[in-house]
């Protein structure tokens, strides 16, 4: 059900607002441009179709905590905040990750270093396509954990491809193709923290799948820090882990396997918010189209659900869905739907 909220409601302290369900959405939004600083441009001038678009959906949803993945960030957030302005959050959080960000290695062994195909994961400069948080809820900036910076091969039982990298590239690969972050928020005075990142597309490699074998292990990261398996001990208290995963548990491209482990996992909750109004199902695929996150050029790899918004266990679902932007733009067309989950008060 969609839930329109007037910028007084916005700019209440949390503790007014404390017995309103609390919606948490992530949306792909491919807000991204050819070079740094494009995007602050293409906001700060009010009238780029495509800005304008998003901006709409995102106000007629109006999500108390939204990741936005795909969107271009920059060293010092101005992109962030000027459409945080504009939509009236007054908590927003961002940091440089991981795509096009340099690694002076050759990493797609074509005999050049210095492509996008070397950064850290694509992108033409750091920051592009990157991740974002805006949030009505205050952000405990001081306890946020930030594990964009860890190693692929430091992660437990890494499905590195074998004899494809060579040590010079792993001593600076990183597992993160965007970000890993435990985003910690306030919420009826408890911490909520938000496990929040953006995978690799488990395409665009050889047969050493290098894409698909990084993509399987930034998803199963979470399962692993949850364990308690990772240098640093698992969250305290309630959490919902939001992103794009790139990775749908019955159809297209991956290690579908991995996916399904996830939200498997009685630690989390699989809601499958639904869409009444999502494209075409393919007529070879096995997932309900109903569920489907991301429309893609049919027929391969076609319609995936590979946008997720999965809370903990502890936690009193009351609503979902996927909505998707009524958008007809001659160019930049939407091809996510954003995904959002209405959880009850903590009693």
């Known amino acids: 059900m969609i839930r329109l909220a007037t910028l007084f409601l916005c700019l209440l302290p949390a503790s007014l607002a404390a017995q309103d369900p609390l919606r948490v959405a992530t949306w792909t939004v491919e807000l991204t441009r050819k070079g740094p600083g494009l995007l602050l441009r293409d906001i700060n001038e009010g009238d780029d179709p495509q800005v304008l678009a998003a901006i709409q959906h995102i106000d007629a949803l109006s999500p108390d905590v939204l990741l936005l993945t795909s969107f271009d960030t920059d060293l010092d957030g101005h992109a962030l905040a000027a459409l945080a302005n504009q939509l009236g959050y007054p908590y927003h959080f961002t940091r440089l990750g991981n795509s096009g960000r340099p690694t002076g290695r050759d990493l797609d062994k074509d005999g050049r270093s210095g ?53 010079e590239d792993l001593d600076v690969l990183r597992l993160s193709s965007h970000v890993h972050w435990n985003v910690p928020v306030m919420w009826n005075d408890q911490p909520l923290h938000l496990l929040s990142y953006a995978a690799a597309s488990p395409v665009f490699d050889g047969d050493e799948d290098r894409n698909g074998r990084r993509n399987a292990d930034e998803n199963r990261f979470w399962s692993l820090y949850l364990d308690g398996a990772l240098p640093v001990p698992p969250p305290e208290g309630a959490f919902i882990l939001l992103g794009d995963s790139n990775l749908d548990p019955m159809d297209g491209d991956g290690r579908r396997e991995v996916m399904q482990a996830l939200l498997s996992d009685p630690r989390f909750q699989d809601i499958k918010p639904r869409s009444d109004a999502g494209p075409v199902a393919n007529a070879d695929h096995l997932g309900d189209p109903a569920l489907d996150t991301a429309d893609w050029t049919d027929p391969e790899p076609g319609n995936l659900r590979v946008d997720y918004v999965l809370p903990s266990s502890e936690l009193t679902v009351v609503d979902a869905g996927v909505a998707w932007p009524n958008a007809n733009l001659k160019e930049n067309d939407f091809r996510h739907g954003l995904v959002w989950v209405d959880i009850a008060p903590i009693p």
């Open 115 to 167: 492509e996008p195909e070397d950064a850290q994961y694509y992108g033409e400069f750091t920051g592009q396509g990157g991740v974002a948080l805006l949030s009505r809820l205050p952000i405990m900036t001081d306890d946020i954990r930030d594990f964009s910076e860890m190693l692929w091969r430091d992660l437990p039982e890494a499905s590195l491809p074998e004899g494809y990298f060579q040590d």
